[in-house]
């Protein structure tokens, strides 16, 4: 689908209520990178999920998971094909209500259920932040359609009045769906007790509806760069850091890959940041530079659905192996499970960015148009290099423990293998699929061009342009041509930046490699800070307070003549409906 280009289908359905009403299907070049992501990690997950459901949730009616499933992947697509924002949140809901039931499949697992239960308000809550931030643009510019919003605000400016709720409703709403820090809660917790094939589509395929919906709303509608830049870069910037940090501290091995979520989604929303701030000048030049970190930090979005997904499979082998989640109680598996071990060694290049996987291209070309753009925004690209630090750190950390070293609990317990006969194919190849999707477009990097072109052309017009003219990459050295409007640089400084990003990504993993465990005992005392402050201060008190809550409110359903006058003023009101309608 990302072979379209700039080609734009419509479909349309007359449901026949009335005349006014058109459900319109749209597949346009943005939309189609999202439907390649979609195919990618939702076959391998069905893959994946034959053998998987079968062995562990024996328990449970299979037919209800395909189910789920089905409906699932359908809502999704629809989401990524919906050109209104009617059917675009209906069909949010619809897929983050069949996402409750796969969370809570499984029927004896309590702390699964109390997680799809956070996840569903969370996520209703955020739907209704982003449908009232549609509703105050239909007001606006009275149009339905993100074609009819992106039209009408290329010629009108949004009023001041309403500026300001829209900016802050629609991004906290979309923080909330990519589970965006503060805004994370529930990503730790669905992303850990969800079946694994359910945890690689939350977090390679659904936080990215988020991204999706800041990226249409803010910069394809809007265009409106101003104040978006600022938040989007302290948002990506806290989730960046804190999601790193606390994935380190992590000894469930689920919850630290949903936990390395915050920070890989984290690191998309702060480049997406960099390039709203250098679109912002609407200058040539600084344009071409902001298109190459806004279809940079897309490629790593696809980068980390694919990475994800082939960690979060390769941990459901490990725990179905071993039959236990916490990384102390592993070790030794290199011999007993080698090709576990390469493919986690797989989803550590494609994570960290790595060559040849499609995040070395992505992290390059948004390190090296940082650079190009001049001494504002270097430090954006230090807080980048912690990152990748921060993300070798805790892969290596994963990989030691799981592959490497043998803890004591392996030796004087003697951990049983479950899977004494191996695993099945349908549990080994969706992750060589998922390993090689990404490695192989990095060896032959002509297989980019389509997605990078369709990227440019799906944003606003003023915006388009030929940026595959000032790119030249491989699978080991990426090189811009700066355009000829910024400030003048010289062959040796140039050559030094050259030099500096390509190795920046190997240098900070090598420095991770070095420096892992004091950054796992930082992260610790870290974790253990903000896990009293938050409970104390916040979670035991806000309990409290809904328990208090919960008791006043069935005190009242207990009191009868206050439930009487309830539903007599409620038939009042119908009563008085009806006989306003009648004249």
């Known amino acids: 689908l990302s072979v379209l280009g700039n080609v734009v289908y419509d479909y349309t359905i007359q449901p026949g209520l009335t005349e006014d009403l058109v459900y319109r299907v749209c597949i346009n070049p943005f939309s189609a990178l999202f439907l390649l992501t979609l195919v990618i990690v939702g076959s391998t997950a069905v893959i994946y999920s034959l053998e998987y459901i079968i062995y562990h949730h024996m328990t449970e009616d299979p037919q209800h998971y395909w189910l789920y499933l089905s409906v699932l992947i359908l809502t999704t697509t629809m989401v990524f094909l919906s050109d209104n924002f009617i059917s675009f949140i209906f069909f949010v809901d619809l897929?983050?209500?069949?996402?409750?039931?796969?969370?809570?499949?499984?029927?004896?697992?309590?702390?699964?259920?109390?997680?799809?239960?956070?996840?569903?308000?969370?996520?209703?809550?955020?739907?209704?932040?982003?449908?009232?931030?549609?509703?105050?643009?239909?007001?606006?510019?009275?149009?339905?359609?993100?074609?009819?919003?992106?039209?009408?605000?290329?010629?009108?400016?949004?009023?001041?009045?309403?500026?300001?709720?829209?900016?802050?409703?629609?991004?906290?709403?979309?923080?909330?769906?990519?589970?965006?820090?503060?805004?994370?809660?529930?990503?730790?917790?669905?992303?850990?007790?969800?079946?694994?094939?359910?945890?690689?589509?939350?977090?390679?395929?659904?936080?990215?509806?988020?991204?999706?919906?800041?990226?249409?709303?803010?910069?394809?509608?809007?265009?409106?760069?101003?104040?978006?830049?600022?938040?989007?870069?302290?948002?990506?910037?806290?989730?960046?850091?804190?999601?790193?940090?606390?994935?380190?501290?992590?000894?469930?091995?689920k919850r630290l890959i949903a936990y390395s979520t915050i920070s890989q989604i984290g690191y998309v929303v702060l480049a997406l940041g960099m390039a709203s701030y250098l679109l912002s000048y609407n200058k040539p030049g600084y344009i071409e530079l902001g298109m190459l970190v806004h279809t940079a930090a897309l490629l790593f979005l696809l980068n980390h659905s694919i990475g994800k997904s082939l960690l979060f499979f390769t941990a459901g082998n490990i725990i179905s192996h071993l039959g236990v989640r916490d990384l102390s109680k592993m070790g030794g598996l290199v011999r007993s499970q080698p090709s576990l071990y390469s493919t986690a060694i797989m989803s550590s290049i494609i994570l960290i960015g790595l060559p040849p996987s499609i995040g070395f291209l992505a992290k390059t070309i948004i390190h090296l148009a940082i650079l190009g753009s001049g001494p504002v925004l270097i430090y954006d690209l230090s807080i980048a290099t912690l990152a990748s630090i921060l993300t070798a750190v805790y892969m290596i950390r994963f990989i030691y423990k799981a592959f490497i070293h043998e803890t004591s609990h392996i030796k004087y317990h003697k951990i049983v293998s479950r899977h004494t006969e191996g695993f099945p194919a349908t549990m080994i190849i969706p992750l060589y699929i998922l390993g090689f999707t990404s490695i192989i477009p990095g060896v032959f990097t002509w297989i980019i061009n389509p997605v990078i072109e369709s990227i440019v052309h799906s944003m606003p017009a003023i915006?388009?342009?030929?940026?595959?003219?000032?790119?030249?990459?491989?699978?080991?050295?990426?090189?811009?041509?700066?355009?000829?409007?910024?400030?003048?640089?010289?062959?040796?400084?140039?050559?030094?930046?050259?030099?500096?990003?390509?190795?920046?990504?190997?240098?900070?993993?090598?420095?991770?490699?070095?420096?892992?465990i004091h950054i796992e005992k930082i992260s610790y005392r870290v974790h253990g800070i903000i896990d009293k402050l938050y409970h104390e201060y916040f979670i035991r008190k806000t309990y409290y307070f809904l328990e208090n809550l919960l008791m006043r409110i069935e005190e009242l359903e207990d009191s009868h003549p206050i439930t009487l006058l309830v539903s007599l003023s409620l038939l009042m009101i119908i009563l008085v409906m009806l006989l306003n309608s009648v004249s």
């Open 463 to 516: 915006y388009h342009c030929s940026i595959l003219g000032y790119l030249y990459y491989s699978p080991l050295v990426v090189l811009i041509k700066f355009p000829e409007n910024l400030v003048k640089i010289s062959i040796i400084e140039e050559a030094a930046m050259v030099i500096f990003s390509l190795v920046l990504i190997p240098f900070t993993t090598m420095l991770g490699h070095s420096i892992w």
């Open 95 to 253: 897929s983050v209500i069949m996402s409750t039931f796969l969370i809570a499949y499984d029927r004896t697992n309590l702390r699964a259920r109390r997680a799809a239960r956070l996840y569903l308000l969370m996520s209703i809550f955020g739907s209704a932040l982003v449908l009232l931030t549609y509703m105050m643009l239909y007001i606006e510019s009275g149009q339905l359609s993100f074609d009819g919003l992106r039209k009408y605000f290329n010629t009108h400016t949004l009023d001041e009045g309403i500026l300001l709720p829209v900016i802050m409703f629609g991004l906290i709403g979309f923080f909330i769906k990519s589970g965006m820090a503060p805004f994370h809660t529930w990503l730790p917790r669905t992303h850990s007790e969800a079946p694994t094939p359910i945890s690689a589509i939350l977090s390679g395929l659904m936080v990215n509806i988020g991204v999706y919906g800041i990226v249409t709303t803010y910069f394809h509608i809007l265009q409106y760069h101003d104040m978006i830049y600022l938040i989007l870069f302290i948002i990506g910037l806290v989730s960046t850091l804190y999601g790193a940090v606390i994935a380190t501290a992590q000894d469930d091995i």
